[in-house]
C-alpha cells in the first residue's frame, strides 16, 4: 500500500470512528423541565444494547416530579468506555433528567 493510499485509509477511518457515534434522544415529561436540577445516570447494556445491565428509572431521577426531561446520549466518556468495552459487547449511554 502506497503512502497516499494509507494516509487516505487512515483519515477515513478516523473520520468515520470521530463522527459516527454522537446523537441524543429528548423525552419530555408532562410540561417538561421547569427549573434547573439536574441528575445524570451511567446505563450499561451489553449485546450492543439489548440487554440492560442495572436497573434506573427516570421518574426516580427526577424526584417524583411530573414536569420533567429526559436526554440520553452517548458522550465523549461514554465513546471512550465503549472503545474499551465493545470487543465484550458493552455500552454505555448518559441519561440526564432535568426537572
Not at 1 to 23: E, Q
Request: with cysteine; glycine share 8%; charged share 15%.
Amino acid at each position: 500500500m502506497t503512502k497516499t493510499k494509507f494516509t487516505s485509509a487512515l483519515l477515513a477511518i478516523v473520520l468515520a470512528l470521530s463522527l459516527s457515534s454522537c446523537y441524543t434522544l429528548n423525552h419530555t415529561v408532562g410540561k417538561g423541565a421547569q427549573g434547573g436540577s439536574e441528575q445524570e445516570h451511567r446505563v450499561w447494556f451489553a449485546l450492543w444494547g439489548l440487554i440492560p445491565l442495572g436497573d434506573y428509572d427516570s421518574q426516580e431521577l427526577a424526584g417524583g416530579a411530573s414536569n420533567y426531561s429526559i436526554e440520553t446520549q452517548w458522550t465523549p466518556i461514554d465513546i471512550l468506555f465503549n472503545l474499551v468495552t465493545a470487543w465484550v459487547t458493552v455500552y454505555s449511554r448518559t441519561v440526564k433528567v432535568t426537572q
